[in-house]
């Protein structure tokens, strides 16, 4: 991997320190105001969780995996002991995830891959891409407007072209050691003698009555009344096993032609009142892609590897760790580390801030954006952090224009967020092989439409809402072109932050991994992945309890989200004083990750899902 530029490290300084900025110096900095930009769109509410249980961290000696549900990470451990890598077990474990957490992956959506084989670090671009026929009119009503989300969403107009088999097939071409098929027959064996509904599960079931439009996804999960089946029934999946089973023995052709493709398309094109463009020859045309993972040095000992573009993730992740670096160049000196919870959550939401204020101007697909200067890391240079934390002060910013790193062009920013159906697994294998992966459909339930893959079988798999990630309409507000508006063959934009820190010193090249981690909720995985880098690596907490921590994080709004029912009113009180309008919500997060412990590796699963943690 190329040496980009590291961000200038601050020796010595805890990360408390970087939500710490002085008064007296950031007072001045906002003598300006910053222009205001539109609220971001969060339309759709967070994933429902199922409830928050304590889930204590587990240390194993030689292999892990963690993952959203017990099935899906008994799935992985079972080929690692096997003798599969980690890339092995992470694929058997996401394909065992898209049966029995339906609503947030599957075979119709993508995913973004980082693969450590003990060597060289890959990241494989599993994302979709809009159809030949789409352009940036997609999402637009006859009088010129954006269609409202909810409306965009549950539409064959948002179904991009599936890569999730796509790019696995393609790691494990690369580095795979188990056969393709083996890491197929747990979620054939689900499928076929079906699957339990578990509690979320049931909850978002509940809480999408909408999803019994489709006559398919309403035989597979609802009764005859129109109620969600109950918790612990079993649900068979004859035409998912199907495909599965054509999958494992011809390989993801399958996926891209023949009758898969065929009633994919079908579907999408018959989806009424709103059916898609997608077309044969888009799934034929499909190719997951190779890209070169975006890293930066962190505090002098860490190396940080996130996803680059399409995926905004590793960008605005290394940024808010720069810029906590920046603050505390500034400050440190003259103000000693306040006490209060309030100053660090405030410091963390306005560091979330400013990397989504660059996020919705310069990211998008790489092929189709030129990165500033030619390359992403001009929003990760020190001197650009610095102006840009000067900004900082003891109150809320409110919303802010995006900065302007050297070779900047002028374009419109996209205030819209993104929805939040998605899941992320976490892998060790015994050889010093680690892997992140984070899959998505988009939305709940992605499109809510359902493809049998021409099978004829009762059931079959959801189909992604991904193209709502682009921006509804293609100008902003001021009639700029947007990054990441609509073009034909072009990946959206995710928040999808698969990430593997490195120990600079434990070994030659980047080290040795000592932290493999990702979540969901759409844009709210990036604060939640920082947060968690944060406090396990600069503020010495345990894994669990990082994990555990209260979200609080600002998408650049008028407002900013903090996890319902999880901090004191005094401290939401100190919040409020600071400026900040509060919104609560249940930020069910998704995240797991695993920590290198002396040999072996402590793993942990959120507390707010029902994922697990299994290794030897």
């Not at 989300?149 to 393609?170: D, K």
């Amino acid at each position: 991997m190329p040496m980009p530029a590291p961000l200038r490290p601050c020796q010595g300084r805890r990360w408390v320190r970087a939500w710490a900025a002085a008064s007296v110096l950031m007072l001045a900095a906002c003598a300006t105001p910053p222009v205001p930009v539109a609220e971001p769109a969060v339309t759709s509410p967070p994933e429902g969780a199922s409830g928050f249980a304590a889930r204590p961290a587990r240390d194993f000696a030689r292999h892990a995996v963690a993952a959203a549900h017990p099935l899906a990470a008994d799935a992985g451990v079972a080929v690692l002991r096997e003798g599969g890598n980690a890339l092995d077990a992470a694929i058997a474990t996401a394909f065992v995830l898209g049966v029995v957490e339906p609503q947030s992956s599957g075979i119709g959506g993508g995913a973004l891959l980082l693969h450590w084989n003990g060597q060289r670090l890959r990241a494989w671009d599993g994302r979709e891409t809009a159809p030949a026929a789409a352009d940036e009119t997609l999402f637009l009503a006859p009088d010129g407007r954006a269609l409202p989300q909810r409306e965009a969403q549950r539409s064959g107009r948002a179904v991009g072209v599936p890569g999730a088999v796509a790019v696995w097939a393609a790691a494990h071409a690369q580095g795979g050691r188990l056969p393709w098929a083996r890491l197929l027959a747990p979620a054939i064996a689900l499928a076929e003698a079906g699957a339990p509904i578990g509690p979320r599960l049931h909850r978002q079931l509940s809480d999408t009555p909408t999803l019994r439009d489709d006559a398919r996804a309403a035989a597979l999960y609802f009764r005859a009344d129109g109620s969600p089946r109950a918790v612990g029934e079993r649900v068979r999946n004859p035409a998912l096993a199907a495909v599965l089973r054509r999958l494992a023995a011809e390989g993801a052709g399958v996926m891209q032609q023949g009758a898969v493709a065929a009633d994919v398309v079908a579907r999408v094109r018959g989806a009424a009142p709103r059916p898609g463009a997608l077309a044969e020859a888009d799934l034929a045309a499909y190719r997951a892609i190779e890209r070169e993972p975006l890293c930066v040095d962190w505090r002098e000992r860490w190396r940080v590897c996130g996803f680059p573009p399409p995926s905004s993730g590793g960008v605005a992740v290394a940024q808010m760790l720069g810029l906590g670096e920046a603050v505390a160049q500034v400050s440190a000196q003259t103000s000693p580390p306040p006490a209060e919870e309030a100053e660090r959550l405030h410091r963390f939401a306005e560091l979330s801030r400013l990397a989504f204020a660059d996020r919705g101007r310069y990211l998008a697909d790489p092929d189709f954006t030129a990165a500033p200067g030619g390359t992403w890391h001009s929003l990760l240079q020190p001197g650009y952090l610095r102006s840009r934390a000067a900004l900082l002060g003891p109150r809320s910013l409110g919303p802010v224009e995006a900065g302007e790193p050297a070779g900047a062009r002028p374009q419109g920013a996209m205030v819209q967020a993104e929805a939040l159906g998605t899941t992320h697994l976490s892998v060790a294998d015994g050889e010093g092989g680690v892997v992140a992966l984070t899959s998505s459909i988009e939305a709940q339930f992605g499109a809510q439409i359902v493809s049998d893959g021409g099978t004829g079988l009762p059931g079959g798999f959801l189909l992604n809402n991904q193209l709502t990630d682009f921006a509804l309409s293609p100008r902003d507000a001021q009639g700029r072109l947007l990054a990441n508006r609509v073009q034909p063959g072009k990946r959206p934009r995710s928040s999808m932050s698969p990430t593997v820190v490195f120990d600079r010193s434990r070994g030659p090249g980047p080290g040795e991994p000592v932290l493999v981690l990702g979540s969901a909720l759409g844009p709210f995985i990036i604060p939640a992945v920082a947060r968690v880098i944060v406090d396990t690596l600069e503020r010495g907490q345990r894994l669990d309890d990082a994990l555990a921590a209260p979200l609080v994080a600002s998408l650049n709004g008028a407002t900013t989200f903090v996890e319902a029912g999880r901090l004191s009113d005094a401290t939401l009180a100190a919040l409020r004083a600071r400026g900040h309008t509060l919104q609560p919500m249940a930020l069910a997060t998704g995240l797991h990750a695993l920590q290198r412990v002396g040999t072996g590796w402590r793993a942990a699963a959120d507390p707010r899902r029902e994922g697990e943690v299994r290794g030897d």
